[in-house]
């Protein structure tokens, strides 16, 4: 029998240890600090789009808790199922060297974590920093369990560029008014997409195109002239999606944590999984507008929610509403992700060498 009582992981971990033994020059930090995060998968019932629906989160919050740390810090989660679904956790983008085993992937690194049980994740973020995410990894329990890993540079490192005034994390998320086990159910029997989401939704709110939901809004208060970081996340389950700030310009400087040369924007093309960091200067007349996030979607003949998700940058000291809605692209303009991928470069100059290791 396995560790785990996976009798397969024995035939993992060999290969995991064999890796360790072959890689013994491979660089393994000293030094940097260990961060401990408690979660507990938990199940919390939420009222959106006038119903009362029951989620899977951790620690009860959805979007879940964010995992702070610093470029080659030690991190610790311990995870305690309190629900009676299988879960694993997933840390989206963290390469996991010498960690295999926390990877998260269910029946592949590791047996789900079963109702009442334990699993503690240890990893250590190697030459890492920027923004990722975390989520289930098991069914579609991803589609409510998960939550953003923002990670700063070392001490006395700066961003390559203009240090911004404060940061916001902006998860953008798909919801459905269905357990996650039967919209599961319902995609294995058609054997198609998803069903349509009943809302999109930013930071856990839709905003206010949907039913019951105009004062469901995430909202940021800025400082006219200040610079903000956003940290833009991807969490939905499946869908390509828009993200746009009314008369606003954003500039790309990081994706998927890694550092990008400057790229001025007005639209954004973020896939499932994946991180953008933009900058975005309050330089506008003083007033309320709308950040939106809506789908990109080039087939044909898919069901999928058209009404995108709004929240709402909202200057201080304007009294006024003026409330300014995003243009967003159209679900099938395939011209816009294609500018928006040629304008990602990376910040090393032409000849500079690069560590891909
Ligand atoms: C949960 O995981 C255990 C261990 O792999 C498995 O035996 C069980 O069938 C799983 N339960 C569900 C509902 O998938
Ligand atoms: C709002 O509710 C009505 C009635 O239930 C429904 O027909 C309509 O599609 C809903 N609108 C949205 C945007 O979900
Ligand atoms: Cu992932």
Redo the contacts with the bound molecule.
């Keep these: 029998m396995g560790l785990h009582g996976c009798p397969w992981l024995d035939l993992l971990l060999f290969i995991c240890i064999a890796i360790i033994l072959s890689d013994v020059s491979a660089f393994w930090p000293v030094g940097g600090t260990t961060r401990f995060y408690d979660f507990k998968v938990q199940t919390k019932t939420v009222r959106k ?2 119903k009362p629906l029951t989620i899977v989160t951790i620690n009860e919050m959805y979007p879940g808790p964010i995992i702070y740390a610093q470029e080659n810090d030690r991190i610790i989660v311990k995870v305690t199922n309190q629900t009676p679904y299988n879960t694993t956790i997933h840390w989206h983008g963290v390469k996991q060297r010498l960690t295999c085993w926390s990877d998260g992937p269910a029946y592949i690194t590791q047996c789900p974590i079963q109702a009442g049980q334990t699993f503690t994740y240890e990893f250590t973020l190697v030459q890492q920093k920027g923004t990722m995410l975390w989520h289930a990894h098991i069914s579609w329990l991803r589609a409510t369990v998960h939550g953003p890993i923002v990670i700063y540079p070392k001490t006395g490192v700066p961003y390559p560029f203009q240090f911004p005034y404060e940061e916001h994390v902006i998860v953008l998320g798909e919801y459905w008014l269905m357990d996650t086990q039967e919209l599961e159910r319902e995609v294995v029997q058609s054997g198609g997409g998803p069903p349509s989401a ?2 999109y939704v930013i930071n856990g709110h839709p905003g206010p ?3 019951c939901s105009e004062h469901d809004m995430y909202t940021i208060s800025a400082i006219p002239g200040k610079t903000y970081l956003l940290r833009i996340i991807n969490a939905a389950l499946n869908m390509e999606h828009f993200f746009t700030i009314a008369n606003h310009k954003m500039t790309v400087v990081e994706v998927d944590g890694e550092y990008t040369k400057p790229f001025v924007t007005e639209h954004l093309m973020i896939m499932p999984g994946q991180t953008t960091n933009v900058l975005v200067t309050a330089d506008q007349q003083l007033g309320s507008y709308y950040m939106g996030m809506g789908p990109y979607m080039s087939a044909q003949n898919i069901d999928f929610q058209k ?1 995108p998700a709004l929240a709402l940058l909202q200057y201080q000291g304007s009294s006024n509403i003026l409330r300014q809605k995003p243009m967003l692209p159209k679900f099938n303009d395939n011209e816009l992700p294609q500018l928006f991928m040629n304008g990602l470069k990376s910040l090393a100059n032409e000849g500079d060498r690069k560590s891909v290791v």
């Design positions: 789009l006038c009943d809302a195109l949907y039913n009404s």
